[in-house]
């Protein structure tokens, strides 16, 4: 642990992570704009494009707006095949701490199972997290979710 950052600091990032996955796991795509700071940024990018640092994104949402948007298109407006989701989330390595944010790597799978079919492997890669202190909590400045395959099952509609 570098001196800015506490096993407090370990505790409350592993919390948040798990908080966060159950949210989306559980469909509770309502609550999942509280989990990020008003200025946020999350984005979903394969590796190739991350390593070569080109922005194309498959989704790229910046500020809360955005993020209230995208649960209002699941919610009300996407047309898809619905699927439940399960999140298998590593311990976090703690890159940089200090008294306003940490940054934060945590490698995740995410499990997807449709009705009436056998559960896949849907998106696995790892988060790259820019985590603020803030009065209520660390949230999510930046989340990144760089996704290892070239290819996505069909499309991404739920958060990853």
């Not at 966060?20 to 190739?48: L, N």
């Amino acid at each position: 642990m570098t001196p800015t950052q506490t096993l407090s600091d370990y505790i409350e990032v592993m919390t948040l992570h798990a908080d966060y996955s159950a949210c989306v796991d559980a469909g509770e795509f309502d609550r999942w704009p509280s989990f990020f700071t008003d200025d946020c940024e999350y984005k979903i990018v394969s590796r190739e494009n991350h390593d070569a640092k080109l922005p194309l994104s498959i989704m790229w949402l910046e500020g809360r707006g955005m993020l209230l948007d995208r649960v209002y298109g699941v919610k009300e407006t996407l047309y898809h095949d619905p699927y439940y989701q399960r999140h298998i989330v590593s311990a976090p390595c703690i890159v940089a701490a200090d008294e306003t944010e940490l940054r934060v790597e945590t490698n995740y799978v995410v499990m997807r199972t449709k009705r009436d079919t056998f559960s896949e492997l849907f998106n696995l890669g790892r988060y790259i997290d820019r985590i603020a202190r803030t009065p209520d909590g660390l949230k999510f400045r930046s989340r990144v979710c760089v996704f290892d395959s070239e290819w996505i099952r069909n499309s991404i509609i739920y958060p990853i």
